[in-house]
């Protein structure tokens, strides 16, 4: 076979996940490895270098797996990532300064992690590299290649453990590429002109002839491939007019001798001596930083507990009637909203009882479900959304993503923003009727917030069916203006979301402090509500919150499900929680003086930095 020159084609696959599935021969293994090569080549070191389009990679090689078990192929990915570990240890050791991080580093390299940490394994790696020292370089967002993804899962076809393998990978490859890494490159074996349905997210039903070089390849080889109906990107295609099930395709597979099983495979973790002196004195010293830990804990325990007991620090102000409060049992009247929002917590419970988790119950109040047939054209619009704002001369930048798979998002910064960053932003929720209008109203309200709003915002579009289609960070002179507009389209919208607080037809509430989302900490407290309960008849509300103001305020047992998480909670989502709720039960208008118009940020910023109400006393008198 004549050298084909890749190099040319590797821009194409940047910040995507992309899995190149063909027979034997064809050069997908030399891909993988001209790509390495190539983003090898560059010296983060030197400042001469240009790094735009060169990264780190992280490359692993499934070919010779041969197992015929769970409990083997839990062994086997033991061991890759062990490899994998002590190979990267140089390039961030300087991120395992903590003692947690480097315990879980050491247990992953000597191969006696769990099986929840395995399946964490690779992800945490690369956050290692991406989050690290070295944040600001784009070297070191990670490109992750990884040859013959698909061999593990044709054994597991073949020899009766496919759902629990596929569960594993589901977790191992949970990666968000477009925000963590570089681009995920994968191998997969598929038999000359045929299509295999590996049903996995990361080995996709992508054939060799839409990837360049391979066309190119084959042709050389003689091998003649079919071309595809339809481009690659969108639906679900059968590709071929030949399918193929797995079983079938691992036969196909072993029929060439290079790729026989391995009957002797090795499954033992093995470290050089000096490694192993590594680990041992590594393990010495993080005995000795837990011993200090356990210590020094105690007597944060002991100030905590008197700063929790501490009320807000006299003279300070909160526009708030929830700042300070200790004891909440909400109000005496029963209204209809609170009828309402309790009908619905006993309905999430009989479908989930105590075993719900948070997933569970967003996905349920969200009613997040499949691809929306109109995906293809939300993305060419939010693409469109870029060009007008593009063409805007108040707009300083503009960017969109159309590759996440929930979303689509545009990004504006304005050239006279008055914006106090993120945090002053309100978060507004607009649900449409009918999915066909999605596009319309979408489409609208960014040209009318290019157009006429003032200030820096966010934005992005459902791809997906669920309740909140359409979602807005913006300042609240700016949300004025949008509600004004969008009265003119109150027909084509409505109020789905029973936990968010409503003005008209458009939610609200703010981001959290932590970048967890509103509808996110609901779910989170309904499930632990869920397990502290002993029957649906004992379901309230308020009942619900009340126990979540008293974890707060660590008036609860340290022991208690409520106090292990909303202790460590913060005031930020405290007030949100209940000022929200209080709307939404006393069915109240959300005035413009309301605390979650408020847009001063650096006071949403001291709320979310403080745990207890002695801290956003504290706080609030610096600024």
């Not at 968000?176 to 080995?203: C, L, Q, R, W």
């Not at 930083?289 to 007991?309: C, G, V």
Request: hydrophobic fraction near 35%; charged fraction near 30%.
């Amino acid at each position: 076979m004549s050298k084909v020159d890749f190099t040319k084609f590797i821009d194409r696959v940047k910040f995507r996940n992309l899995n190149i599935c063909g027979p034997f021969g064809v050069g997908k293994t030399s891909y993988l490895k001209a790509i390495q090569q190539y983003n090898e080549e560059y010296d983060p070191k030197s400042t001469a270098s240009n790094c735009c389009d060169r990264h780190f990679v992280i490359s692993l090689d499934f070919s010779d797996y041969s197992g015929k078990t769970y409990e083997e192929a839990i062994c086997y990915f033991r061991k890759k990532m062990s490899e994998l570990y002590v190979f990267l240890y140089e390039n961030v050791k300087g991120e395992l300064e903590h003692y947690k991080a480097l315990e879980w580093f050491l247990d992953v390299e000597e191969g006696i992690c769990d099986v929840e940490k395995l399946r964490n394994s690779l992800v945490d790696i690369v956050r290692l590299l991406r989050y690290g020292k070295h944040y600001q370089q784009n070297y070191y967002r990670p490109l992750i290649i990884i040859d013959e993804i698909s061999r593990p899962i044709l054994y597991a076809s073949k020899y009766g453990y496919y759902r629990e393998l596929s569960g594993f990978y589901d977790d191992f490859l949970n990666i968000d590429h477009y925000e963590m890494t570089a681009g995920i490159i994968t191998t997969s074996f598929a038999p000359v002109n045929t299509d295999v349905h590996y049903g996995m997210k990361y080995i996709s039903d992508i054939p060799v002839n839409l990837v360049e070089p391979f066309n190119e390849i084959c042709d050389m080889q003689g091998i003649e491939l079919s071309e595809c109906r339809r481009p690659m990107h969108f639906g679900n295609v059968n590709y071929f007019d030949t399918a193929i099930c797995l079983e079938k395709c691992f036969e196909e597979m072993m029929i060439n001798s290079e790729f026989a099983e391995i009957t002797d495979y090795n499954y033992d973790i093995e470290l050089s001596d000096n490694v192993e002196n590594e680990i041992e004195s590594k393990r010495i010293w993080i005995d000795v930083q837990k011993y200090n830990e356990e210590e020094a804990n105690e007597r944060k325990r002991e100030r905590e507990r008197r700063e929790y007991a501490e009320p807000l620090m006299w003279g300070t102000y909160l526009p708030s009637k929830y700042a300070g409060i200790r004891n909440w049992y909400g109000p005496a009247n029963c209204s209809q909203q609170r009828i309402m929002l309790n009908e619905r917590l006993k309905e999430l419970y009989e479908k989930y009882g105590k075993s719900a988790d948070t997933e569970m119950i967003y996905n349920d109040i969200q009613h997040v479900g499949k691809l929306y047939d109109e995906v293809c054209e939300i993305k060419k619009m939010v693409v469109g959304l870029k060009k007008y704002a593009d063409d805007s001369d108040n707009v300083k930048n503009c960017q969109v993503d159309i590759y996440d798979e929930y979303w689509a998002k545009v990004d504006v910064e304005k050239e006279a923003s008055n914006s106090g960053g993120d945090m002053s932003l309100l978060k507004a929720y607009i649900s449409v009727k009918e999915t066909k209008n999605i596009l319309k109203v979408f489409d609208r309200a960014i040209r009318f917030l290019v157009d006429e709003g003032k200030d820096l915002f966010h934005a992005k579009v459902s791809i997906r069916e669920r309740n909140d289609h359409i979602c807005l960070w913006i300042s609240n002179a700016d949300f004025y203006k949008l509600e004004k507009y969008m009265s003119g389209f109150d027909e084509l919208l409505h109020t789905p979301l029973e936990f968010v607080p409503y003005r008209r037809k458009i939610g609200i509430t703010r981001e959290f402090f932590s970048w967890s989302s509103y509808n996110e900490l609901i779910s989170e407290l309904i499930a632990l509500y869920f397990q502290s309960i002993n029957s649906g008849n004992d379901i309230d509300v308020i009942d619900m919150y009340s126990k979540y103001v008293k974890a707060w305020n660590g008036d609860c047992e340290e022991s208690d499900s409520f106090s292990e998480r909303f202790k460590a909670s913060n005031a930020q989502e405290f007030i949100i929680l209940l000022e929200s709720l209080n709307i939404i039960i006393d069915n109240e208008v959300i005035h413009d003086d309301n605390i979650l118009f408020n847009n001063n940020g650096k006071m949403w910023c001291a709320l979310g930095e403080s745990k207890n109400w002695h801290e956003v006393g504290v706080r609030m008198k610096k600024i």
